[in-house]
């Protein structure tokens, strides 16, 4: 099967825009199957991620879901399920899925969800980083989901600053009258001061953390950690 271009990627982005916000426990969908956790992972392809950069996220990403670690976690709830999406986002209004809404029942569900993300296009898309748009759009996909989540968080992942587009601290007061919590993984190959910055700035929940990946070598483990926290 042929891969992707970025033109088909892009495609379906006005469609995810247009969706409608839901409030309160609209999250809780009727006849969908109940998961412990609904989670967006969102990660930078903007201009300062080089596809070099972007292919170390994705490989982390797919490693984190063959860890032991990750099975463990996933079986720990009280549902022993979690339902997942892959998307990728630069500019204002270009968050675009890679892997669709995806449920995880147990560790082969982990395995497949690892191939299928070692098989998506890495497109770097260029542009600035839209941190605040990136939360108010994952904030949209949490809506549509089609599983039943008792949480929902953003997984967002950068190494930048938001720079276009809205505040990302007008964002994450959307997510949070969502019941969306927002967590942060920032790589620290350019700017240093990231982590106190995604503090006071993006995430957004009770719970809310930020992990830190000093270099992109660093990726994987921190990832991973970051995985494993959220879904317990």
């Known amino acids: 099967m042929a891969k992707p271009t970025r033109r088909a990627l892009l495609a379906g982005m006005g469609a995810a825009l247009a969706a409608p ?55 720990g709830g009280p549902k022993g399920k979690v339902a997942v999406q892959l998307a990728l986002f630069s500019g204002p209004g270009t968050l675009t899925t890679l892997v669709p809404w995806t449920l995880l029942a147990g560790p082969q569900d982990a395995l497949a969800l690892a191939d299928r993300i070692d098989e998506a296009p890495g497109v770097a898309m260029g542009g600035n980083t ?37 505040d990302p601290r007008s964002a994450r007061a959307h997510a949070q009258a969502a019941g969306v919590g927002v967590n942060g993984l920032v790589i620290l190959d350019e700017y240093d001061w990231l982590e106190p910055y995604y503090r006071e700035n993006v995430v957004a929940g009770e719970d809310a ?14 990832f991973l950690s970051k995985l494993v926290r959220e879904v317990v």
């Not at 953390?209 to 921190?222: G, Q």
């Open 21 to 75: 916000v839901m409030t309160g426990r609209a999250w809780a969908r009727a006849g969908g199957t109940p998961v412990d956790l609904a989670l967006v992972m969102a990660v930078d392809s903007s201009a300062s991620i080089s596809k070099v950069m972007l292919d170390f996220q994705l490989r982390g990403h797919a490693a984190a879901f063959r860890d032991k670690a990750v099975h463990q976690a996933l079986a």
């Open 130 to 166: 839209a941190l605040g748009d990136c939360i108010v759009q994952a904030v949209r996909q949490l809506d549509v989901c089609p599983y039943s989540a008792d949480r929902r968080t953003i997984d967002l992942v950068s190494n930048g600053f938001n720079n276009g587009g809205i």
């Open 209 to 222: 953390f930020v992990i830190t990946a000093a270099n992109r070598h660093a990726f994987a483990d921190a």
